[in-house]
């Protein structure tokens, strides 16, 4: 019985073990070396424990905590992402030199959230591991080394802050109203008392007040202002964990929820669409005017958050596994991106577009990881941006809402644009009097691995989707 | 869909579109930029001579599609590896293998830096074009559809000339643009039929506005790739500024697909709507055909001249797939085929002037043919043949054309004449200048004339001009039973028989 709960808990286990011991490693001076190896080898063990779990099914901790192929698959996926973004930066030269070990262990804790947020079924559990999940972001990003005159991420750390803690007031709300009206906090109850008030005005403010928190997780209009000033104030690794791990969560959460307003809601479904297209216009259209590009990459996680948004309207399995895969992908497009800015930015200063001048002489293998992030943050195929769209377009359209495809389609083409121009910078510019750039051996790795997991999951997502629709039967959703 | 297995035993079409591809990873190892040249040659050759029993074992007496492929790839999207030929792209798909080897030979010289990157986006393109031809899955249509796009603007945008950035965005976005509402058609038609086969998707009743709709969002997307007035505006930029492969690429494969998606998308599967629209596509036809020569005769570079030939040429083709006859249709696949070898060549006839004067105005051009006398009788068939001269391959395309216009309309052949007038005037213009030019000629004493390479680069167009002009059966043969079907599908009869009287 003991033996089946650790076994269970595994990659959790393995999460808080490796914060524990960073914590200890963060006590002594100069262990930045030490800190990082116990933090990477804490990814690739809770990788490796999410892996030996995957076809558990259990329910802990009295049932609030399950334990399925749907949240171990997430934490596989979260435990991967977390040590691409320990291997993006290796000398975390804007990092303050004095806080480095504790960068290692605030990101360890942050995952570990994300890993529990994702087997959160009960309303308290979840807003715990959420708070979990955020509260080590909020200090990551005023870790910024300071420079001469700019305390910019001090500015964007108190903005990061206050939208979190707003967005998750008001969550709390929505979700003081459905313990009010079903008299359960746990999200299987819910499922089933929600269901005969599903159409009443109270349970849909409710659920809609519930998803507010998440979607400030997922930089959705309007919960999105934290987005561009965080992206662009927070050291590059830090953006690159902000932007792509937590994302993974606030999905997976959202299917939870949304679930529970399945399979009939159209109040909610129109209020996602709303919030979709919001996003995807606000988010490609100032994206086109960007000339720093983590502000950039900042509004176009607003308008890919849109595109995620379109999974969560169609309410029924094909969106969900559609906005899983997709938002599974984008990770892996996005880190691709955040690879290259944390190697072409030699002193961990922003980056503007026009310093990938010339990338495809400087660093071939950079420029290559680049364009296919880029190209597959576009949708362009073989890449898995393609496929996702694909699917969600899928879904969508099945469910016969046309006018929110055809909106997304004019978006993807407004968006090619500003991928286009990032592009035209690394391959079409001359560098000029911009020095090459040496990878070492974890760089080559790291950008290898990351093409070919954009491209294989876009060529051949057949297995993904299988394992996706099979891990989504075991939520217990109403299908 | 019937099917007739497959007479070869190998899956053919796999390996003539994944070979390219495979070579990619050799060109990978390959350090020398000789060996680089001297390997894409080999395997682009070896994919020209793999494709031709394709050729003698393709069946003519069947409408049907042949060298079937089919597997399963992403169940849970209902997408299928699907792979055929029917008599409409097995010429396409042998032209494209044909003048691959022929771009590598046309950027022997010309390109001297970044060769590695040069070939491989040449591989990748092969990989793409006769996929694009070959797949009967929508969405794997689709994908090579795509994919070329990458390549294609990286052609243009690094080996180009001085406004390459330019003509890169220009190209990818225009296309990008028009090819998202493709994506959701093909979309909306697998929701109707239940898969994204191609075939399966052809004679399936869907409602008049459903026809309308998924013609427009293809059309849109086809007419911007032809390309047909008035979206045809990329495309001087894109052949101006390409290199000369690219250039040729270009006008000799890309611009078909937009013509072999009408034929594969617009006319089989919304017939009714092909019906609505004919008049507009046709008027828009006649637009290319008159705006093209026009401005082709106003242009004194000698790639923008050719491009805007292009234009017209291309409209001469769309044309004869909205006459909706045989003759029209056939006269049409007959003259993408024509216009893929002759502009093909014309550009490389470009390219070889640009790489001895540098220049490609037609005023500085003048009197080469005192001095390369070899290159001036193969830039004069050329020319003839472009402006279709009988004897040469464009008289049967266009005369086909304009008998089909014909029978559509008298009128319309009263608008189309004026195009090979106008077609005979920028081209006798050209070559008058090129060959003899006036008395004040530059100096071009010190050319030297055609190397073996460039005669063996346009040799084998030169076959093609006359033997297509002088017998052109063994080419019209391979298309009848597939315009057949085609007909049948988009017939008046069968077209209207769905749709309630109004």
């Known amino acids: 019985m003991i033996a089946d709960f650790f076994m269970a808990f595994l990659p959790e286990l393995v999460l808080l073990t490796g914060a524990l ?113 955020s509260f080590p972001l909020y200090l990551l990003v005023p870790m910024r080394r300071e420079h001469q005159g700019q305390r910019a991420q001090m500015e964007s750390a108190i903005k990061y802050v206050m939208f979190g803690v707003a967005a998750n007031g008001i969550m709390l709300f929505g979700m003081s109203y459905l313990f009010g009206l079903t008299g359960s906090t746990s999200l299987p109850v819910l499922l089933v008392k929600l269901q005969p008030i599903l159409h009443t005005p109270l349970a849909i403010a409710a659920l809609a007040l519930t998803f507010c928190g998440l979607f400030y997780k997922l930089a959705v209009f309007p919960f999105h202002f934290w987005t561009p000033d965080v992206y662009q104030s927070a050291s590059n690794a830090v953006t690159g964990l902000i932007a792509s791990v937590p994302k993974i969560g606030a999905v997976a959460v959202l299917i939870r929820l949304v679930s529970l307003a399945a399979p009939e809601s159209q109040t909610l479904a129109l209020l996602v669409t709303v919030l979709a297209v919001a996003s995807m216009f ?28 379109i999974g969560f309207v169609a309410l029924d399995q094909a969106g969900y596994t559609a906005a899983l895969y997709y938002i599974i992908g984008y990770l892996f497009m996005v880190l691709a991106c955040f690879a290259v800015i944390c190697r072409v930015s030699t002193d961990g200063a922003n980056l503007a577009i026009e310093d990938l001048a010339g990338l495809h002489r400087r660093a071939p293998l950079l420029a290559i990881t680049l364009v296919t992030g880029v190209f597959a943050l576009a949708g362009l195929p073989p890449f898995v941006g393609f496929t996702g769209k694909l699917s969600l377009l899928s879904a969508a359209l099945s469910r016969g809402h046309l006018a929110l495809v055809v909106i997304a389609v004019i978006n993807t083409a407004i968006a090619a644009y500003y991928y286009l121009s990032v592009v035209r910078e690394a391959f079409f510019r001359d560098a000029g009097d911009r020095p090459a750039i040496a990878l070492g051996w974890p760089t080559r790795v790291l950008c290898l691995a990351l093409i070919a997991s954009i491209v294989a999951l876009g060529v051949a997502p057949a297995r993904l989707f299988d394992l996706i629709s099979a891990s989504l039967g075991c939520v217990s959703l109403p299908f | 869909m019937s099917a007739t297995p497959n007479p070869i035993g190998l899956p053919i079409l796999s390996l003539l579109i994944f070979g390219p591809l495979a070579a990619v990873l050799v060109a990978l190892l ?76 046309a950027s022997w010289r010309y390109i001297t830096h970044r060769v590695r990157e040069f070939m491989i986006c040449l591989l990748i393109m092969e990989t793409a074009m006769v996929g694009v031809f070959c797949a009967l899955d929508a969405i794997l249509f689709f994908v090579f559809w795509e994919a070329m796009l990458i390549p294609m603007s990286l052609l243009i945008g690094v080996w180009g000339g001085p406004r390459k950035v330019y003509a890169a965005l220009k190209f990818f976005i225009y296309t990008m643009a028009g090819s998202v509402f493709l994506l959701v058609a093909l979309i909306a038609l ?92 046709v008027g828009l036809s006649l637009a290319a055909v008159l705006y093209g020569g026009f401005t082709a005769l106003a242009q004194s570079d000698l790639k923008k001249l050719v491009a805007y030939s292009s234009v017209g040429h291309m409209g001469f083709a769309t044309l004869g797939i909205f006459a909706l006859n045989v003759a029209g249709l056939e006269g049409a696949l007959l003259q993408m085929i024509n216009h893929g070898v002759t502009t093909g060549a014309l550009f490389i006839v470009v390219g070889i002037i640009y790489e001895r004067l540098h220049t ?69 213009r050209t070559l008058q200048k090129i060959a003899y030019g006036g008395t004040r000629n530059p100096d071009h004493s010190g050319l030297a004339d055609l190397s073996l390479r460039e005669m063996v680069t346009l040799a084998p167009l030169l076959v093609f001009v006359f033997w297509i002009g002088l017998h052109p059966q063994p080419f019209t043969r391979v298309m009848h039973a597939s315009v057949q079907r085609l007909l049948e599908h988009s017939s008046h009869a069968s077209a209207f028989a769905l749709v309630p009287p109004h």
């Open chain 2, 190 to 281: 697998r929701l109707q039929t239940g898969s994204f086969n191609i075939p399966g998707m052809m004679g399936y009743p869907y409602s008049p506005g459903f026809q309308c709709w998924v013609f427009l969002a293809c059309a849109i997307s086809f007419a911007i790739k032809v390309p047909m007035f008035p979206f045809h505006t990329w495309l001087p930029a894109a052949h101006v500024e390409a290199p000369t492969a690219g250039s040729v690429l270009l006008a000799s494969i890309l611009l078909k697909m937009g013509t072999y998606g009408f034929l594969r998308f617009c006319l089989p599967i919304t017939p009714y709507a092909t019906h609505l629209f004919m008049p507009y596509m």
């Open chain 1, 282 to 309: 606000y988010g490609n259209l100032i994206a086109l005017q960007q000339k720093d590009f983590k502000r950039l990459l900042g509004f176009s996680s607003i308008a890919h958050a849109g595109y995620a948004l």
């Open chain 2, 360 to 428: 490609r105005d037609l005023d500085r051009t003048a009197g080469l043919g005192k001095h390369m006398p070899v290159f001036t009788a193969f830039l004069g068939v050329f020319a003839l043949s472009s402006l279709a001269f009988p004897g040469t391959n464009s008289f049967i395309g266009e005369f086909l054309v304009l008998t089909g216009g014909f029978a559509y309309s008298k009128s319309v052949v009263l608008w189309a004449a004026p195009g090979v007038v106008l077609a005979a005037a920028y081209m006798l």
């Open chain 2, 30 to 105: 390959i350090r020398s930029d000789r060996w680089l040249r001297w390997w894409t040659l080999l395997a682009t050759s070896a994919a020209a001579v793999g494709s031709l029993p394709l050729y003698f074992a393709f069946d003519t007496s069947t409408p049907d599609f042949q060298f079937l492929e089919d597997a399963s790839w992403i169940p849970a999207l209902h997408i299928r590896y699907t792979l055929g030929l029917d008599g409409i792209s097995l010429l396409l798909v042998l032209l494209t293998t044909l003048i691959m080897p022929l771009c590598v030979l």
């Open chain 1, 21 to 133: 011991v960073l914590f200890v490693v963060c006590l002594g001076e100069g262990r930045e070396r030490l800190a990082r190896f116990v933090a990477l080898g804490t990814a690739l063990l809770a990788g490796a424990g999410a892996l030996l779990t995957l076809t558990q099914k259990h329910t802990l901790f009295d049932g609030v905590y399950a334990v399925d192929s749907f949240s171990q698959l997430l934490k596989l996926v979260v435990a991967s992402g977390f040590a691409c973004v320990l291997l993006l930066d290796d000398r975390l030269t804007d990092i303050r030199e004095d806080v480095r070990p504790e960068y290692f262990l605030f990101l360890t804790l942050s995952v570990c959230g994300l890993a529990m947020l994702v087997s959160a079924i009960e309303l308290i559990t979840l807003v715990v591991a959420l708070e979990l999940s």
